[in-house]
């Protein structure tokens, strides 16, 4: 079951999306200032939506309960799902925004880069090798399945490489 609501005001939208496994609410504002307010439970994914908020300059909230007791697949799956399909809405029929994005960033110990196209075709080439089985305590082989279901709501292609 999922609810939505978007203003009129602004490039902002509300998913909220209850399954047997999850329960979860996200609403962003890509006119924000960076604010956030996220907590799905998983640690990792929480400080990557946070970085995405921080570093766009779109507020985000994202509010995630899931079955963690058992694994942190549908947790981190929806709550990429519930995101993307904010951020759909949001953005609407696209009008004013740049079609192509790159950036390269260096952190710490590794250098991150992606590039994006916002073209109506989902597509993630996922070139990404973690040196280790978790970070924190998120599994390091759940962190695609974040990003996945974004590039479908969305619609756009996204290679990101680290």
Known sequence: MQKRSKSTDS?????????KETKISATVDLDGTGAYDVATGVGFLDHMIEQLARHSLIDIT?????????????TTED???VL???????????????????????????LTRVALDVSGRPYLVWDVEF????????????????????EKAVQKTTTPSA
């Open 131 to 150: 040196t280790r089985s978790k970070i924190g305590e998120m599994y390091a082989s759940v962190a695609r399945e974040a990003y996945k279901p974004v």
């Open 84 to 110: 993307g399909q904010a951020f759909a809405e949001a953005l609407g029929d696209k009008a004013g925004i740049t079609r192509y994005g790159a950036c390269y960033l260096p952190m710490d110990e590794t």
């Open 62 to 74: 994202l509010k995630a309960e899931g079955d963690l007791h058992i694994d942190q697949h549908h």
């Open 11 to 19: 490039r902002s939208a509300t998913v909220k999306r209850r399954t």
């Open 79 to 81: 709550s990429g799902i």
